[in-house]
C-alpha cells in the first residue's frame, strides 16, 4: 500500500505474513531492489465522497485531495504515553516517516498472551518491547514516535484491504484493526460516500 502497488501477486505457503522486524522496511527494501514496473492502465482508487465514522470517531474517513493519516494514541505508560501525529502518502513519504516503524508491546503483557497461545515468535528481533519507562531493544526507538508511527502503519495496511487505494483522510483516535475494517464496512455500506474513480495525474 505505501510503496502504491496495485498489481502484484503474494504467495505464501504459512499461516501468515512473515512478520520480519516488526516493519515494513524489509518488505520495502525488497520491492525497491525488484523495481515497479508502470503498466499502461488507469490506476483505480476509491475516492471518498462524505464522512463516515464509526465507534464515536474513533475512526473516521473524510473526503479531501489525497491519502492523509492523523493518528492518535494515549497508553497508560509513561514512555508511550499520548502520542498523535498527522501525515500526508505522498512524495514517498511512507517510506521516509512510516515504512521503519516496529509493532510494540509491553513486557508484563508477555507471559497472557503467550498463555494464550499469541505472540509465540514475539521477541526483540521483531518488536519494540516496553518495560515500564525503558525500551528493552538495544539501540532503542528508531523514531522518538515510533508507537503512533506504527499504529499509522497498522491502519494504511487495514485501509488498502478496500481493494484499492484510498483518496480522502483517515482519522483514527486508538482504533485498531476490528475498528478499521469496521470503518471500511461503514464506508461501502452507503453508496453515497465513496465512488470507485480512476487517479488523475495531479493527484
Known sequence: AGCGIDNAVVE???EEVPIM???SQPFVFLIECAGVVEQDAAKKIIRVLKTVSVNDGEARLCPGSHLSL???IDFNNDLV???SLSIGVINGSFAKELARAR???FLQDVEALRAAGLAKGGSLENAVVVSGSEVMNEGGLRYDDEFVRHKMLDA???LYLAGA???GGFQGVCSGHTTNNMLLQALFAD???WKMDVLQGNE
Do not use: R
Request: no cysteine; aromatic share 8%.
Open 12 to 14: 505464501l505457503n504459512g
Open 21 to 23: 522486524d516488526g516493519s
Open 70 to 72: 492523523d493518528f492518535e
Open 81 to 83: 504515553s499520548h502520542q
Open 103 to 105: 509493532t510494540f508491546g
Open 156 to 158: 494504511l495496511g487495514d
Open 165 to 167: 487505494a484510498i483518496i
Open 191 to 193: 453508496p453515497e460516500a
